[in-house]
Structure formats: C-alpha cells, structure tokens
C-alpha cells in the first residue's frame, strides 16, 4: 500500500490531470479499506483515514483530491530551482530551501484545518475517541515496523481491534456476541 501511495504521490508532483486516477479512488474507497479494517467506512471516515497518522487517520490518501494539490506544492516548492534554470540566474541553496520550509509549513496548516473541519462532520462519541487518541499520540504505533521484539507483531484480528479502539468502532472480535 505504501508503494502504490508513493507511486501517485510523485506522478501527483509531475502530471497535471487527476480523472485518470478515478478507478483507483474507487478501489480504495471499495475493496482496500473495508479489507484494512473490517468494515465499510463512511465518505465521513474516508475524509477521515486520508488525513497524516498524527491528525487522526491512516494517511490513506484520496488519489483524485491529492491530485492538484500535490502538484501545485511541488510547483511552489522548486519555483527557485525553476527560476534559476529559465533565467539562467545564480541558484540559491538557501533560498531553495525556505521555500521548500515554507510548502511543508503551509501543507501542515492545511492538513490541520482539513482535519478540524473532518471531525466536525464525525459523530460526537466519535470525535470525543479521536481527539483523545490524537492529544495523546496514541495511533503513533501505525507509523512503526510491526517487529516482535516491540510487541507490534498484530495478527490481523488484533490489528483491526486495534483500528476499532481509534475510531470507536465495535471490536470485531465481540460483534454478534453479548457480554455477561
């Protein structure tokens, strides 16, 4: 999954058109997340998983909405080296790089906002679990290698329990079942 996310990451730098990567939102949306989690997630919680680990979601991110938005970040982000190349100026390093700074800034207040306005369409117990999970980094184990010497070795039952906690899902284990 990472690879095919880095795979339109960098096309989404070089390519401008998003229509093409449709059929691929659409495998995502249907066949990958359910298969990930063990449900199938609202348009609410897609919005959801497609947002940064750190905000709340899996980073399970939307081909066609990331589209545009990753292109126009890259354009801004290699406008100086783009400047230089066409002009035939001197190229700054240091300019370069508070560019790039200030893109990875700016896509962090975006994400925020995105993430803000995500919660707001999400149920109110829902939204109670997630800020308790996000204040205190508590879905930071998403981002790890899964070894056994760190305890991270989930089976996939356990790793969409998991996923059940943060989002505040029954647990798939316990569905259909009464506790005593």
Known sequence: MLLLSNHFSRSGRICKGDAEYEPLREKIRNRLT???LGWAPTAEEHNLLAMPVKLGGLAIENPVSSFNSRYNTSRRAISV????ISTGSEFSAEAHSEQVIREQKEGEELDAEKSRQVMEQLEP???????RVVGRNASQWLTKIPLVAD???LSPTQFRDALCRNYNKPLLTMRGKYIT
């Open 125 to 131: 117990a829902t939204r109670r679990t997630l800020k």
């Open 81 to 84: 080296i783009a400047d230089s």
């Open 34 to 36: 359910p298969a990930i």
């Open 151 to 153: 305890s991270l070795d």
